[in-house]
């Protein structure tokens, strides 16, 4: 089985050195970058399977370089950063990152992170490959129709690009039309994990990023809603 493929960006020439090594003890094949533009770079030449992001970084830093990924890939990304503040971490996160990891690391974590969100894509991939070979189905709620052929998401005839952690929340949501799931239910589904740690701001974000997509007023949604102290849910149209 062919190794996959995992870019490391960090310009801290330590710390890319030992995840690295960690990495390869893991059984995978890395490829490296010293700073935003050096990643974009990689990410054509190499076509990695994931990405682990540093933040401050010179040239072009970790963010922006994740907006520049997310303008045309889906790949999953997982950040690193010193910065361990919650506002920082769902910044990170609105931005498009799938996992946020602080420094310092813990190594064993880091490395079930990245298998954990490897597994997952892998997953969303053969699911996507084996609907090309079938029927396409579409599923609609109102203005929003999601086609599990394409793993594309419309919305009043517009498509919505979305990140796979994104459709599979809301290809969960469509399923399970006016249920609620709590934060912890919806990490344990879409990041098909138990919960270890706290999830609500992860999934809370997603969320918020889901609905800047899809709805017209985010202040007032008419698909996804909170019910308060309980979770989310998607109302029947």
């Known amino acids: 089985m062919e190794k996959q493929k995992i870019l490391v960006v960090d310009d801290d020439k330590e710390?890319?050195?030992?995840?690295?090594?960690?990495?390869?003890?893991?059984?995978?094949?890395?490829?490296?970058?010293?700073?935003?533009?050096e990643a974009l770079e990689q990410l054509e030449k190499e076509k990695p399977d994931l990405i682990l992001l540093d933040i401050m970084m010179p040239k072009l830093d970790g963010i922006s370089a994740l907006m520049k990924i997310r303008e045309s890939n889906h790949l999953p990304v997982i950040v690193l950063s010193a910065k361990s503040q919650d506002s920082d971490k769902v910044y990170g996160l609105t931005m498009g990152a799938?996992?946020?990891?602080?420094?310092?690391?813990?190594?064993?974590?880091?490395?079930?992170?990245?298998?954990t969100l490897l597994r997952r894509f892998r997953a969303w991939n053969e699911?996507?490959?084996?609907?090309?070979?079938?029927?396409?189905e579409k599923i609609c709620n109102g203005g929003i129709v999601l086609d599990t052929a394409a793993m594309q998401v419309m919305v009043d005839g517009e498509p919505v690009r979305l990140t796979a952690t994104e459709y599979k929340i809301v290809y969960l949501f469509i399923n399970n039309l006016n249920r609620v799931f709590s934060a912890e239910e919806i990490y344990e589904r879409v990041w098909d994990e138990k919960v270890g740690y706290a999830v609500e701001n992860t999934v809370m974000v997603h969320i918020r990023r889901i609905r800047e997509k899809i709805e017209i007023d985010t202040k007032n949604p008419k698909y996804i809603k909170v019910v308060w102290g309980?979770?989310?849910?998607?109302?029947?149209?």
Do not use: H, W
Request: aromatic share 10%.
């Open 230 to 237: 309980i979770g989310y849910k998607m109302e029947k149209m």
């Open 127 to 136: 699911l996507s490959q084996r609907d090309e070979k079938t029927k396409s």
């Open 98 to 115: 799938d996992d946020y990891i602080c420094k310092p690391y813990n190594p064993a974590e880091l490395s079930a992170r990245v298998k």
């Open 15 to 37: 710390i890319l050195f030992s995840l690295s090594k960690l990495l390869e003890y893991d059984g995978f094949e890395v490829v490296q970058a010293k700073d935003g533009l």
